[in-house]
């Protein structure tokens, strides 16, 4: 506010000086002409009048001689101050009008506004740098969680876009650079509900200047990076960036896990994914030779991951100089002699991973009329191209935005979430397959809400409470429908940390314990009535003991009694 009133003073010093010294010179001026003859005696204004003469006269309201005619003198006076105050008055107000459209006010006063819409949040929130199509994911992904969170982007026109969003939430969102320190303050990097900060611009140098500055404004906050080059992961990684995402590896890695592990690839998929929606049942890419087409960032992890599960590996690369390839065919890939030489009619995948999302579908379609069972892995670099990439139809679409943003959610939703996937992925494909089954028949097929609590007095006061009086709370306990116990709501308890021990998939009869932190995976109605039954001790006594306990003091009295 401080700055806007600056601003405004700075900008109108000239006109409020002229309006002033030519409303003074009128003023003084008219006090000093001689008017009509009054009772024998010249009579003068006084100042007061003098002022409220001018007044009416320069703004062109108008409102006659008052408080008597005025003289001749007085009039010609009148006249002159008529073109003097008129004309600097009117240039004061065009000079208004000029700051008004000036774009540092506008800037000034709509970082005000929104620095006074994230200071009033009183839940937790995530600051988004970048509103992309990664940022644009994962904001509508937590929205749909109901969970907050405040945009920061460079271009005004992805502001606009995310103004026109029909979001359950008003976003406060602010067109700026992120890097600035001052920003991210006004942000709410300082906010006592900030939860974390995402760095998800499509600059590794901008994601690293956030971190970084992040990192010094508040330690404590929890900071999200999306890196693509290892010289950055590096420098975000030394100033204790949390979590350091690479789309590349993470789908590498992913790729892998189809091949070897379908059902824990999954179940990754469906707790990371955006609530109610129903998730497409993924494919298994085959074991043999693949040729991998583009050998940069992407190619590498590919070949990575794939040379891991013991598959053989071609690769097609243009520019071998610089992306340090030593053994590859030359060429891009979109032509058939290229592929012919790659061995593709003998292949059983194809991976077009170029940074040209034209040149990947040319490389597939070319590679498709030559081996019509080609497994087809393909990059999408631009999310506008979707409907080129639908048409085509490949087995698996990579699009760096979808993983990136899964990738935050598993961590933003609960941190007990993102520790739940990293030690199923430990587990074997059969663990994994048997829990979907087990969540599917629960839950049903559509994308379930993930949540976490932490047994205390401030997070769930009726289990807090019980423990405390030695009633022994399970998790079948919490399962159980708040209006009637003898059905089971639609949740699964999917780990519980207690200290140091994380118990992955704990059995209904587990007994809980103050400060055991719980995750649980569920629809939404399951949620909140657990929610309901954890924090009320009647519902949560009716539930362990099958018996209700009377409101009022007058109804305890009078049952204490009958049981007398």
């Given at each position: ?54 007044s009416y006269t320069a703004t062109t309201i108008g409102f006659g001689e008052v408080p008597h005619e005025f003289s001749t003198m007085q009039r010609l006076w009148m006249t002159f101050s008529i073109y003097l105050t008129v004309i600097v008055w009117f240039y004061a107000i065009g000079k208004i009008i000029t700051l008004f459209q000036d774009v540092s006010l506008k800037i000034a006063v ?175 890419p085959p074991i043999g030779k693949w040729v991998v087409c583009g050998y940069g960032r992407f190619g590498k992890s590919i070949v990575k991951n794939l040379q891991r599960e013991h598959m053989t590996t071609v690769i097609v690369e243009a520019n071998p100089e610089l992306t340090g390839c030593k053994e590859y065919i030359l060429g891009s890939g979109a032509e058939a002699r290229t592929l ?97 089954a087990h969540l599917v028949s629960v839950v049903g097929e559509q994308v379930p809400e993930t949540w976490s609590v932490t047994v205390d007095y401030h997070s769930v006061p009726a289990v807090a409470t019980l423990i405390s009086q030695g009633i022994t709370v399970s998790l079948d306990n919490l399962r159980r429908d708040p209006g009637n116990r003898d059905i089971q709501l639609d949740l ?73």
């Open positions: 506010m401080n700055n806007i009133i600056f601003l405004i003073l700075r900008r109108m010093r000239i006109p409020l000086i002229a309006v002033i010294v030519s409303f003074g010179f009128a003023v003084g001026g008219l006090t000093l002409m001689p008017g009509i003859i009054i009772d024998g005696e010249v009579s003068y204004l006084s100042l007061f009048q003098a002022f409220y003469i001018i709509t970082t005000a506004r929104f620095a006074k819409s994230v200071k009033s949040l009183s839940e937790p929130f995530y600051i988004i740098c970048g509103y992309g199509e990664t940022g644009s994911l994962l904001v509508n992904a937590l929205d749909h969680k109901n969970i907050r969170v405040v945009v920061i982007d460079i271009l005004q026109l992805r502001i606009n876009e995310l103004e026109l969003e029909d979001f359950q939430y008003d976003i406060p969102a602010l067109c700026a650079d992120a890097c600035l320190p001052d920003i991210l303050i006004k942000a709410g990097a300082r906010h006592p509900f900030c939860a974390g900060v995402a760095a998800l611009t499509n600059n590794d140098q901008a994601n690293l200047a956030i971190a970084i500055s992040i990192k010094l404004v508040n330690p404590a906050l929890m900071v999200l990076g999306r890196a693509e080059n290892v010289e950055t992961a590096s420098n975000m990684a030394s100033f204790g960036t949390d979590h350091i995402i690479n789309p590349y590896t993470l789908f590498g890695e992913y790729l892998a896990m189809e091949v070897h592990a379908l059902g824990t690839y999954l179940l990754h998929e469906w707790l990371t994914g955006v609530p109610e929606r129903i998730l497409q049942s993924p494919v298994c012919e030489e790659a061995g593709i009619r003998d292949a059983v995948g194809i991976v077009a991973g170029t940074d040209n999302d034209i040149n990947n579908l040319s490389i597939v379609i070319t590679a498709r009329e030559i081996n019509p069972d080609l497994f087809v892995v393909i990059r999408k670099n631009k999310r506008y191209n979707d409907i080129l990439f639908e048409q085509f139809r490949a087995d698996i679409s990579m699009q760096p935005s979808d993983i990136i943003a899964h990738e935050c959610l598993a961590h933003m939703v609960s941190p007990l979430l993102a520790q739940f996937l990293l030690l199923a992925r430990n587990q074997s494909n059969k663990w994994a397959n048997q829990l979907i699964v308890p999917l780990m519980v940390v207690r200290e140091n021990d994380h118990i992955l998939l704990p059995d209904y009869t587990f007994q809980i314990k103050r400060r055991d932190q719980i995750l649980f995976c569920g629809r939404t109605s399951a949620k909140n009535a657990l929610a309901y039954v954890m924090n009320d001790p009647k519902t949560l006594n009716y539930i362990i003991s099958g018996k209700e306990i009377p409101d009022s003091l007058v109804w305890r009295w009078i049952s204490q009694k009958l049981k007398e």
